[in-house]
């Protein structure tokens, strides 16, 4: 059970925009910066977005961030079948004294 | 740009201590934290700890008690070691630079990580 909740699923097809959500508690996303990992299998994972909407370079810019109270979502316009591949948002918690991530949405572009 | 190359034995027995390197290049060790994680077959991420360059540790509460980590700067190298397993253990094992600042861990993010290590316990 992770400390933080993920659909396990999103699809659509190629052009289509989707919304990934990361819900957490107070101690959690309602106090830090939530960040956004992506990994594919036999990749190494690749960070999306980081303090809640900062894209890394390199990073295009139909991916973006956002945070609001307890929630954060991660969202990806225009998607690309390179776009299938596991999503995973982290943060660090207060209360546990340590970095929590969500359990992981897997994304298929159908 | 900077490179992670986790390495160690793919194989390790139930009980017995589980130790991994994750080699540094393209980038110095020093100045930056560096933090280990891993993932369980078909399960999600999970935090295992972070170290300084200087060797100031944190771990996960729920590893603590298992998990050593140990930087050698003239390598550029980073361990892991973790004991008694069992085969909860068993995952790919990641190594990670982290960024932010010390002193400041909630602002913490991983920007360059390795392909990762398959490590299975085996009973």
């Known amino acids: 059970q992770s400390v933080l909740t993920q659909p396990p699923s999103a699809s659509g097809p190629p052009g289509q925009r989707v919304v990934m959500s990361c819900s957490g508690s107070g101690s959690n996303i309602g106090s830090n910066y939530v960040h956004w990992y992506q990994v594919v299998p036999g990749a190494a994972p690749k960070l999306l977005m980081y303090r809640n909407n900062q894209r890394p370079s390199g990073v295009p810019d139909r991916l973006s961030g956002s945070k609001s109270g307890t929630s954060a979502s991660l969202v990806i316009s225009g998607l690309r079948t390179e776009d299938e591949a596991d999503y995973f948002c982290a943060v660090w918690d207060d209360s546990l004294s340590g970095v929590v991530f969500g359990g992981g949405t897997k994304l298929t572009v159908l | 740009q900077v490179q992670l190359q986790e390495s160690g034995p793919r194989l390790v027995r139930s009980s017995e201590t589980l130790s991994l390197t994750c080699s540094v290049s393209?980038?110095?060790?020093?100045?930056?934290?560096w933090s280990w994680f891993r993932q369980p077959p078909g399960k999600g991420l999970e935090w295992m700890g972070w170290?300084?360059?200087?060797?100031?540790?944190n771990y996960s509460p729920s590893l603590k008690r298992r998990l050593t980590l140990s930087v050698d700067t003239s390598k550029s190298q980073v361990s892991l070691r973790l004991s008694a397993v069992t085969a909860a253990d068993t995952a790919m094992y990641y190594c990670?630079?982290?960024?932010?600042?010390?002193?400041?861990?909630?602002?913490?993010?991983?920007?360059?990580w390795g392909l990762g290590s398959l490590v299975t316990v085996s009973s």
């Open positions: 170290i300084f360059y200087t060797g100031s540790t």
């Open positions: 990670a630079r982290v960024r932010g600042y010390s002193g400041y861990e909630a602002l913490f993010y991983f920007d360059s």
């Open positions: 393209g980038a110095p060790i020093g100045g930056y934290f």
